[in-house]
């Protein structure tokens, strides 16, 4: 889990394009993939615990905020909750990305940014909608693959280990 973290830490600090309002990257991926391969706590704490840590090695323009943290966790325990466990398709997927896209990202963010920023919803929705289209077919496509090829190696090699370490 400690590696997703980091990698959600180095993809979004430096693998990302922040403007004001909105962020593009590659940050969901490792968040996805510890939801997928260990579950929904364990992807939203992923999620959570690697905002909590980004935000305090590496602050992006705005001061921590409890509420942000909130949403990486319930996006991780979604991601988890949807995909760990079950068979790989673009529809399950989609339906996931678009569930976070909708209630997360474009809702439950916006409001934690109207908040921190002191603007209106409707001010800040619009650049987050042109974001999130343009991130919506990249966030599917790279699940997908990453999810194929490596959730098997990761399933195979490092459960596996872990599972007989356990014992």
Do not use: C
């Amino acid at each position: 889990m400690g590696l997703f973290v980091a990698l959600e830490i180095v993809f979004t600090r430096f693998l990302s394009y922040q403007g004001a309002n909105v962020r593009i990257g590659l940050g969901f991926l490792p968040v996805a993939l510890a939801a997928i391969t260990f579950g929904p706590i364990y992807g939203g704490l992923t999620g959570a615990l690697a905002d909590v840590i980004r935000m305090a090695l590496f602050p992006m323009g705005t001061a921590y905020f409890p509420g942000l943290t909130i949403s990486a966790f319930l996006s991780g325990a979604i991601y988890g909750i949807l995909l760990h466990n079950k068979p790989k398709s673009y529809l399950r997927i989609t339906i996931t990305v678009l569930i976070i896209t909708l209630f997360i990202d474009l809702g439950l963010n916006t409001f934690w940014l109207t908040i921190l920023l002191k603007k209106t919803f409707f001010v800040l929705v619009i650049d987050r909608i042109i974001s999130n289209t343009i991130m919506f077919p990249i966030r599917i496509i790279m699940i997908y693959l990453s999810w194929k090829y490596l959730g098997d190696f990761i399933e195979s090699n490092i459960l596996k280990k872990t599972v007989s370490a356990t014992k």
